[in-house]
């Protein structure tokens, strides 16, 4: 099993629609987690990190199951602008990250 | 957020010489610093954990002698693909950690081995 996974997508949505993806990690010792956002041949840029009690920011909202070892991140009111690949990371010990393969979302008009 | 530059952005090289791929975090210090690798359509691959002042640990499958790592102060470190391959063509991305964890990624730099 990977230590990260991510089902890849694409997924493809109108605008101002709600999206939501799931990342499952396989190390229960896992300390603090994240998603990226990664434009076309560029580099990912934090988009928030993800807290126990979950954590909201404007239209994206990330939650944590440690129970079930997953993080998701929820989209709403979806933009074109939003077209990206989605990554998770989870960093083990020593913060040491590892990140997802990515999931891909389509907004189209 | 924190700023991490790259540099070059680009290169474009013949196979057999070597590339150096410079990292630097430019408003804070950076205690650790990683490489990645990211071929197209895939995930990013850490390559190599840096860390000011000490050895890079290498992650499994990486050739330390292929891609040597020197992190001499706390706001640059730097990559060299010795002997590079077409094979070795890929996108390199640098992140640099501040002290709340948080990764700063460099804008990366595509590497094209002819």
């Known amino acids: 099993r990977k230590e990260v996974e991510q089902d890849p997508g694409p997924f493809n949505v109108p605008e101002g629609a709600t999206v939501a993806f799931n990342c499952t990690y396989s190390?229960?010792?896992?300390?603090?987690f994240f998603w990226y956002r990664q434009d076309c041949r560029k580099e990912p840029k934090l988009l928030m990190s993800?807290?126990?009690s979950g954590n909201e920011d404007g239209r994206f909202t990330a939650q944590l199951n440690r129970a079930s070892q997953y993080i998701s991140l929820l989209i709403r009111d979806s933009k074109l602008s939003d077209s990206a690949t989605y990554l998770c990371?989870?960093?083990?010990?020593?913060?040491?990250?590892?990140f997802g393969r990515g999931t891909s979302l389509i907004v189209h008009p | 957020g924190a700023v991490v530059s790259q540099h070059p952005s680009r290169v474009i090289c013949k196979s057999g010489t070597s590339v150096k791929i410079e990292c630097r975090s430019l408003?804070?210090?950076?205690?650790?610093m990683f490489w990645y690798r990211q071929f197209p359509k895939k995930s990013l691959m850490l390559m190599a954990t840096?860390?000011?002042?000490?050895?890079?640990?290498?992650e499994q499958g990486v050739e330390k002698d292929k891609f040597l790592i020197n992190h001499a102060s706390l706001t640059l470190s730097t990559l060299t693909v010795t002997s590079a391959h077409p094979e070795d063509s890929s996108f390199y991305i640098c992140?640099?950690?501040?002290?709340?964890?948080?990764?700063?990624f460099g804008p990366g730099t595509r590497l094209t081995v002819l």
């Open positions: 840096s860390n000011e002042g000490s050895k890079a640990t290498y």
């Open positions: 190390n229960s010792a896992s300390q603090s």
């Open positions: 990371v989870v960093n083990k010990g020593s913060y040491i990250p590892t």
């Open positions: 992140s640099a950690r501040d002290q709340y964890v948080e990764q700063f």
């Open positions: 408003d804070f210090q950076a205690t650790t």
């Open positions: 993800v807290y126990s």
